[in-house]
C-alpha cells in the first residue's frame, strides 16, 4: 500500500529537548515536504527536498533542521524545541508528475511544554 | 503576492449543497487543487483542476475556476455526514515551483 508514515503520531516534550520526527514514504517519491498546521494559518511550509541530499527552505524554517540522506526518508529535527513549536505536522511526498498530487502522512501533533 | 484566502468554517444541513469559496493572488498558478482533511488524519487530493479550464466535475464535486477574479469554488451535491471536514484549497505556482495552501474551511453537516 502506498503511503506516508510519521513518527511519533503524538509527543509531549519540555523546552530545549532535541526531538526527531521520522517520515518515510514507499512510493519512490523525490520529492519530499514537510508542513505545519496551526489554526486560523493552514499549512506552512517547513522545508522541503527535491532529491536526496538537496534540502531547501520552506517558508517557515526557523528552529528546525532536515536531512535527506536516502530516496524514503526526510527526517525533520528539533534541536532545542520552545513552546511555539507546539503544532501539527505533516509530511508529504510526490513524483511532481502529471497533476503534482502531494501525498500526507498521517501527522505528528507535538506538544512542547 | 502568495495568498490564498477561504473562509474558516461553512454549516450546511444534510442533503442540501455546498459550496467552498477560495480566492488565490497569483496569476501564474497552473495547477489549483481541493484537498480534505478528516479528523485526525493527513490531507487527501479530492479534485484538481488546470488553470486553463473553467470547470470540472466529478461526481458530486464541482469545481469552478474564475480566472479574471482568482476565484476558485467547490461545489459539493447533496451534501452527507461524511463530507464533514476541513477543505483547503492550494494553488501551484510554477515560476517559483511552490504548493501554497489556504487556511483551509470547516465544513460542519448537520442532520
Known amino acids: 500500500e502506498a503511503q506516508v508514515t510519521q513518527n511519533p503520531r503524538y509527543l509531549i516534550t519540555v523546552t530545549g529537548k532535541k526531538l526527531t520526527v521520522t517520515c518515510s514514504q514507499n512510493?519512490?517519491?523525490?520529492?519530499m515536504s514537510w508542513y505545519r498546521q496551526d489554526p486560523g494559518l493552514g499549512l506552512r511550509q517547513i522545508y522541503y527536498s527535491m532529491n536526496v541530499e538537496v534540502t531547501d527552505k520552506g517558508d517557515v524554517p526557523e528552529g528546525y533542521k532536515v536531512s535527506r540522506k536516502e530516496k524514503r526518508n526526510f527526517p525533520l529535527i528539533l534541536e532545542s524545541p520552545s513552546p511555539n513549536q507546539t503544532s501539527l505536522y505533516f509530511c508529504a511526498s510526490s513524483d511532481r508528475e502529471n497533476t503534482g498530487e502531494l501525498f500526507f502522512g498521517e501527522g505528528s501533533r507535538l506538544t512542547v511544554l | 503576492g502568495e495568498d490564498v484566502e477561504q473562509s474558516l468554517f461553512l454549516s450546511v444541513r444534510e442533503g442540501d449543497s455546498s459550496v467552498i469559496n477560495c480566492t488565490y493572488t497569483?496569476?501564474?498558478?497552473?495547477?489549483l487543487y481541493w484537498y480534505k482533511q478528516e479528523p485526525g488524519a493527513g490531507l487527501q487530493l479530492l479534485t484538481y483542476i488546470f488553470s486553463n479550464m473553467d470547470m470540472k466535475q466529478d461526481q458530486r464535486l464541482t469545481v469552478l475556476l474564475n480566472k479574471k477574479d482568482k476565484h476558485l469554488s467547490l461545489r459539493i451535491a447533496d451534501t452527507q455526514t461524511g463530507d464533514s471536514a476541513i477543505y483547503f484549497c492550494a494553488e501551484f505556482l510554477y515560476n517559483t515551483d511552490k504548493l501554497i495552501f489556504g487556511t483551509g474551511t470547516r465544513l460542519q453537516v448537520f442532520p
Open positions: 497569483d496569476s501564474s498558478s497552473t495547477y
Open positions: 512510493m519512490n517519491h523525490e520529492y
